[in-house]
């Protein structure tokens, strides 16, 4: 019989209320990658986790400066380069003519940059993961809430990490393996 490779360790709590302080005790512990489950969004939970700032916003910001820019600047060479025509006297470049296209190209960009920044932060789509075949985590989507600590994580020793997790209040602690 061949062993399987141990992925990380699951534990299960009772409430919000425990895993958030479930997720600050592993944070001021060290445990740098873990990783918690709950079926609805836990105000706090960033801070708890430890996790910066995303940089989606900037993602968002730079893809339409690139779409403001980008349709200004098209615009500008095909007037005023490319075909220059002068129409009842008016200056080759007004750019309040140009005014909608470089917003609509702005916010395309923006939106594109948007999704696909976010699929990519994500790490997205991640079609399995060996924590998806635990019976107990199909709770995940409903009452249950949990903390996952990869066995990747600098601190982690599976008797350690497990003494650790029921210290802190899970109920359960299983073992994830690949």
Partial sequence: M???RVIG??????????????????RDAGYQRFEVYSPFPIHGMDRAMGIKDSPL????????????????????????????????????FSFQAFVPICFELMVLLSGFGAVFGMFSLNKLPQLYHPLFRKQSF??????GFFVSVDADDPRYSQVETADFLTSIGSVTVETIEE
């Fill in 2 to 4: 061949t062993s399987q």
């Fill in 9 to 26: 360790l699951l534990g299960s709590f009772p409430s919000p209320a425990a895993v958030l302080k479930a997720a600050e005790s592993l």
């Fill in 57 to 92: 916003g900037w993602i968002v910001v730079t893809c339409g400066l690139i779409g403001l820019s980008g349709a200004l600047l098209l615009q500008w060479w095909v007037s005023v380069e490319a075909y220059a025509i002068v129409t009842s006297g008016k200056p080759l």
């Fill in 138 to 143: 199909l709770r995940a989507t409903s009452d």
